[in-house]
C-alpha cells in the first residue's frame, strides 16, 4: 500500500478560497486507483513544538500500489484538480509512504 499525504498553504487563507480547494479535492475520490481518501484542515488540538497548525487543508489517499499512485498523478481529474486550484496555494508539501 502506498500512502500519499499532501499539505496545502493558501495564498490568502480566507472562508472562500479554502471552499474552492476543498471542493477540488473532493473530486479526487473519483480517481480509480484511489482506495481512500481523507480531506482534513487542521484540528484544534494543543500548540506544541511538534504540532504544526499553519497549513490550511491537507489531504490523505491510499492506493494499492505504486502504480496506483502514478497512475493518480497523470489521471485527467487529478490534472483537472491542479489546473483549477493550483493557483490557490503558495506552497504544497507530499509525505508518501509504503507499509513496512
Given at each position: 500500500m502506498v500512502i500519499h499525504?499532501?499539505?496545502f498553504w493558501l495564498h490568502e487563507p480566507n472562508v472562500a478560497n479554502l471552499q474552492k480547494l476543498l471542493n477540488g479535492l473532493k473530486t479526487l475520490k473519483?480517481?480509480?486507483t484511489v482506495r481512500r481518501i481523507h480531506i482534513g484542515v487542521p484540528a484544534s488540538t494543543e500548540s506544541r513544538d511538534v504540532v504544526d497548525h499553519s497549513?490550511?487543508?491537507?489531504?490523505?489517499?491510499?492506493?494499492d500500489d505504486h502504480e496506483?499512485?502514478?497512475?493518480?498523478?497523470?489521471?485527467?481529474?487529478?490534472?483537472?484538480?491542479?489546473?483549477?486550484?493550483?493557483?490557490l496555494w503558495k506552497k504544497v508539501i507530499v509525505y508518501d509512504s509504503i507499509d513496512v
Open positions: 499525504h499532501v499539505f473519483s480517481i480509480k497549513y490550511s487543508a491537507s489531504e490523505l489517499l491510499f492506493f496506483g499512485q502514478l497512475a493518480y498523478q497523470t489521471d485527467p481529474v487529478h490534472k483537472k484538480f491542479i489546473e483549477d486550484c493550483g493557483q
